[in-house]
């Protein structure tokens, strides 16, 4: 009888010694998942002439991302290629696009030359929505083309973004898509072109 308690008395003290080392290696494992499951949640923040190089590099696709848009444009007529043409060429607008960006959105890019991370941007975002006050049906079909067409350089934008592997500073509700949404500059460059556009279609629809 004291070989078997003996034993038993042995094999207690072995569960209560292994015990807490199992609890803290648990512990450990949830630990580390946690911290990789952090870790993958952030990206190393663009720097500003990184974001700016992105946006230098993707505007010059604005025309094109204009054509690829050109159904909108249906509704004023069958000539989409030739009102797709009525929007001015800017070359001084990617200027005002980074400018935009960095005034209007605080901490967009890093100036700092240390690497900085932040959490993973949302840039499929729906940017605030302003009242449209014009009923107008043609409003509606020049807004849905300027919209594509934003969203369409947006991409080639973040794509610029992850091929130098960083990220930046998007605000909830925010989309770089439409940025005219709350940039009081580029908005009135906007409405300004959008209404030699339609003066050009209306030119083009009587005497084309």
Same mark, same amino acid.
């Given at each position: 009888m004291?070989?078997?308690? +003996?034993?038993? /008395?042995? @094999?207690?003290?072995?569960?209560?010694?292994?015990?807490?080392?199992?609890?803290?290696e648990?512990? =450990? $494992?949830?630990?580390?998942?946690? @911290?990789?499951?952090?870790?993958?949640?952030?990206?190393?923040?663009?720097?500003?002439?990184?974001?700016? =190089?992105?946006?230098?590099?993707?505007?010059? *696709?604005?025309?094109? /991302?204009?054509?690829?848009?050109?159904s909108? &444009?249906?509704?004023?007529?069958a000539?989409?290629?030739?009102?797709?043409? /009525?929007?001015?060429?800017?070359?001084? !607008?990617?200027?005002?696009?980074?400018?935009?960006?960095?005034?209007?959105?605080? !901490?967009?890019c890093?100036?700092? *030359? *240390?690497?900085?991370?932040?959490?993973?941007?949302? +840039?499929?975002?729906?940017?605030?929505?302003?009242?449209?006050?014009?009923?107008?049906?043609?409003?509606?079909?020049?807004?849905?083309?300027? +919209? /594509?067409? $934003?969203?369409? &350089?947006?991409?080639?934008?973040?794509?610029?973004? =992850?091929?130098?592997?960083c990220?930046? &500073?998007?605000?909830?509700?925010?989309?770089i !898509?439409?940025?005219?949404?709350?940039?009081?500059? &580029?908005?009135?460059t906007?409405v *300004?072109?959008?209404?030699?556009?339609?003066?050009?279609?209306?030119f083009?629809?009587?005497?084309?």
């Amino acid at each position: 009888m004291k070989i078997i308690f +003996y034993i038993y /008395c042995f @094999l207690m003290i072995q569960i209560a010694a292994a015990a807490p080392t199992k609890i803290f290696e648990n512990y =450990e $494992g949830l630990d580390q998942t946690n @911290l990789i499951n952090e870790k993958s949640q952030k990206i190393r923040q663009c720097t500003c002439s990184e974001a700016d =190089e992105c946006v230098s590099e993707a505007y010059p *696709s604005l025309k094109e /991302c204009r054509k690829s848009c050109k159904s909108y &444009l249906e509704y004023f007529g069958a000539k989409t290629n030739d009102y797709v043409e /009525c929007w001015p060429s800017n070359p001084a !607008g990617k200027d005002l696009l980074i400018s935009c960006l960095k005034k209007n959105i605080d !901490g967009f890019c890093t100036t700092n *030359s *240390s690497i900085s991370y932040i959490d993973k941007p949302e +840039y499929n975002q729906t940017a605030i929505e302003e009242e449209d006050e014009s009923n107008f049906e043609m409003a509606k079909h020049f807004k849905a083309f300027h +919209y /594509c067409a $934003g969203a369409c &350089l947006k991409e080639k934008i973040v794509a610029c973004y =992850e091929r130098k592997s960083c990220g930046v &500073l998007i605000p909830q509700n925010y989309d770089i !898509g439409k940025p005219a949404n709350f940039c009081e500059d &580029l908005k009135s460059t906007v409405v *300004s072109n959008t209404f030699k556009a339609y003066a050009c279609i209306a030119f083009s629809q009587f005497f084309g």
